[in-house]
């Protein structure tokens, strides 16, 4: 038995531990949010926040690939997906920021780069740049120059807002 959050519902699933978080979010929670792209963990299209719960009972968030990690190391974790991110009818700050420096074209790496930027916005310390955070993620059709200039803005959000639970 796993249990875990997932955005903001308590998951508990029966579903093989081997099975990919990417597969588990797509098609046991038809979230399709998150893409399908190398399933190597390589291109960062599949990027998700785990929370993990630290000693002094706060949530420390850190993006991964899901598509390379397996449904049981969600297990008493926070997880994130694109649609846990998304603010009903406003956009959070790394998504405005990405509208705001024409950093999209067709679309299919936007949440990957969007929830890599949540995640270093949520950073606590500032030992990393956003091209650190983001270095996992690939677009094959924009330059990364606008995508840059959208990141150097992420960390200056306060409007970070992380689906809890209900």
Do not use: W
């Amino acid at each position: 038995m796993t249990e875990f959050i997932l955005n903001d519902t308590v998951i508990t699933t029966e579903v093989n531990n081997g099975v990919t978080l990417l597969d588990f979010i797509r098609e046991h929670q038809h979230l399709k949010g998150t893409k399908i792209g190398c399933r190597e963990g390589d291109c960062g299209a599949c990027t998700v926040l785990v929370g993990t719960l630290t000693a002094d009972n706060t949530l420390q968030y850190q993006s991964i690939t899901s598509c390379i990690s397996p449904l049981g190391n969600a297990h008493g974790k926070h997880i994130v997906s694109i649609e846990g991110i998304n603010i009903p009818k406003s956009l959070t700050f790394p998504q405005q920021a990405m509208a705001d420096n024409f950093a999209t074209q067709c679309g299919f790496c936007t949440p990957g780069f969007v929830v890599s930027m949540t995640g270093f916005a949520l950073q606590q310390n500032n030992s990393t740049t956003c091209n650190d955070a983001i270095s996992g993620n690939i677009c094959r059709c924009t330059g990364y120059k606008s995508i840059e200039k959208a990141g150097l803005r992420s960390k200056k959000s306060s409007l970070i807002k992380i689906k809890m639970i209900k």
